[in-house]
Structure formats: C-alpha cells, structure tokens
C-alpha cells in the first residue's frame, strides 16, 4: 500500500477567513464549541457555537457581526464584561437585542447585505420588519430606547477602533457576493432574495 500524501495546507472558507481576521483586528480570539450559540467571556475569547448547533441559516461571518453590534451598542466598558453585561434574564433584554439589530441591519445595508446578515434568532421577525432606515426615529415611543443605543453603536462603528475592521470585512463579503452572482442555486443563502445588492 502506497504511502499517504503528505498534507500542508487545509481550506478554509473564504468568508470565514474574512471575518476571523476582522474579529482579530478588533480584539477578539473566536473559539467554537458546541456548548454554546455565542458567548464573550469579558476577556478577549468570543465563542461560537459549532455548525451542527447553529441554524442552517447562520454563519460564522453574521454570528460575528451580531456579537460585536452588541458590543459597540454596549459600549466600551462592555468588553470587560462576559456577555457585553447582558442577563438573558432581565426584562430590558428586548431592548438591548433591539438595538443590536438595527445595527446589524444599518452596518449591512452598508453593501446591501441586510438579508444575508440577518438575525436567526426569534428576533428574525423583529429584524426583517426593520424599516429602511433602522436608525430614524419611529412614531412608536417604545422603540426609542433602542434607537438610541442602536445609534451610540452606530458612531463607535464608523469612528472608533472598530471602524476600519468592519468596513473592510463588510465590503469583502460584497466582493465575494459579486463574484457569486449568477451561479448560485435558489436555496443558498448567497443567492437573491439572499442577498439585497
């Protein structure tokens, strides 16, 4: 029996490599484990759940994204806290995921990937009601709190340490969108309605 191949080099998806370097960039070391959806333990490790854990509709990319919009809404003195000092269990949880989201959904709508970064949570109907410009003040008072930490996180996205990380792996998810367009089968996640652009 001959000999087996000697192996260098293993592939990684592309999109995961763009984003693990973003995470990277701002600080943070992704492990995954399948005893948990996503956790920061307040000390620069951010775990993800495994494949097999998470819905088919996630990824790595929109699972990182998510966990730093909560973050950057946070604020900084959050990155010392595990969980961005969110308790599941706290009645103003809605708040503060709301929050997220609309951020989340801004910073795609940045390169028209609001449906490809969307949330697969219970919160996807939240989400996918957003209007088109998640950050405008709404008639409905009880959204206002949200809006305004959804905002704050807004600003630590295009000014603070963060900006520049996000805004590359943003516009390297695009590249690759574009470079996808045309070949993908209706049920990926790459293809339109998939995607906004």
Not at 9 to 38: C, F, K
């Amino acid at each position: 029996m001959p000999a087996l191949r000697k192996i260098t080099q293993i592939y990684t998806d592309p999109l995961e490599l763009i984003w693990l370097h973003a995470a990277e960039r701002m600080g943070m070391r992704v492990t995954r484990s399948a005893e948990v959806n996503a956790s920061w333990n307040g000390a620069g490790v951010l775990t993800i759940g495994t494949a097999e854990t998470l819905d088919p509709d996630d990824c790595l990319a929109q699972m990182i994204l998510h966990e730093a919009c909560h973050a950057l809404c946070e604020g900084p003195e959050s990155l010392t806290k595990p969980d961005w000092g969110l308790d599941i269990g706290t009645p103003d949880k809605k708040v503060h995921e709301h929050a997220c989201l609309r951020l989340q959904a801004a910073l795609a709508d940045q390169v028209g990937l609001r449906s490809f970064f969307a949330s697969t949570t219970m919160f996807r109907t939240y989400y996918d009601r957003l209007p088109g410009d998640p950050l405008a003040a709404s008639d409905d008072p009880a959204s206002a709190p949200a809006i305004t930490r959804a905002k704050a996180g807004w600003e630590r996205a295009q000014t603070g340490p963060w900006a520049e990380a996000l805004r590359e792996a943003l516009e390297r998810t695009a590249m690759v969108a574009r470079a996808l367009s045309g070949v993908t089968t209706a049920g990926s996640l790459w293809h339109p309605p998939g995607l906004n652009a």
